[in-house]
C-alpha cells in the first residue's frame, strides 16, 4: 500500500480511504452541526488539506475517554449529551493558509459516545466516528498522511 489518502465527503457524511487510485474503505462520519469554516471558535468543520500530525490511543479501550488527548476514565455506555472522545484521535494540521490555526483548534478524528448521530451533521467541528471504525483506521494510517476535507 501507498501512503494512505482520506477524504472526508461533507455532503454525504462520508471519510474514505484511498490507495492511490483506489478507493479501499469508506466509513460514516458525523461533522459539525454548525456548517464549515476555519474561524477560531466557529465549532465549524475546517475545509482543505491538512496531515495527521499526532495519534492518540494506541492500547486503550475504546470507550477511554480523553481529555487534552490524554485518558481520563472509561465510558459505561450512559446517555449523556457531553460530547466525549473516545477511543482513539487522528489530531489534524492545515497545511493551507486559511487553515493553518486547525492544530490549535484541536479538530480531530475521533470516537464517539453519540454513534446513533454517525452520518448527520451533528459534532462541534471535529469528525466523529463510530468507535470500532476509528480504532480500524487507526491501526492503518500514518501519521502525516493527507486529509482532504471538501463540502461535497
Same mark, same amino acid.
Given at each position: 500500500m501507498a501512503t494512505p489518502v482520506l477524504k472526508v465527503l461533507i455532503s454525504f457524511? &462520508? &471519510?474514505e480511504l484511498w490507495d492511490g487510485d483506489e478507493k479501499t474503505r469508506s466509513y460514516p462520519i458525523s461533522t459539525s452541526m454548525f456548517g464549515t469554516g476555519n474561524e477560531e471558535g466557529s465549532l465549524r468543520t475546517p475545509l482543505g488539506t491538512f496531515? !495527521?500530525?499526532e495519534k492518540y490511543g494506541k492500547g486503550q479501550s475504546l470507550n477511554t475517554i480523553f481529555k487534552g488527548r490524554k485518558p481520563m476514565g472509561q465510558w459505561t455506555g450512559e446517555t449523556s449529551d457531553d460530547d466525549l !472522545? &473516545?477511543?482513539? !484521535?487522528?489530531r489534524l494540521s492545515g497545511l493551507e493558509e486559511h487553515n493553518e490555526n486547525t492544530f490549535q483548534r484541536f479538530i480531530y478524528i475521533h470516537g464517539t459516545n453519540h454513534e446513533a448521530t454517525i452520518g448527520s451533521a451533528t459534532s462541534h467541528g471535529c469528525i466523529r466516528m463510530k468507535r470500532h471504525d476509528v480504532a480500524s483506521l487507526y491501526e492503518i494510517i500514518p501519521t502525516g498522511s493527507l486529509v482532504h476535507i471538501s463540502a461535497t
Open positions: 457524511q &462520508l &471519510l496531515k !495527521i500530525c !472522545i &473516545l477511543g482513539r !484521535i487522528l
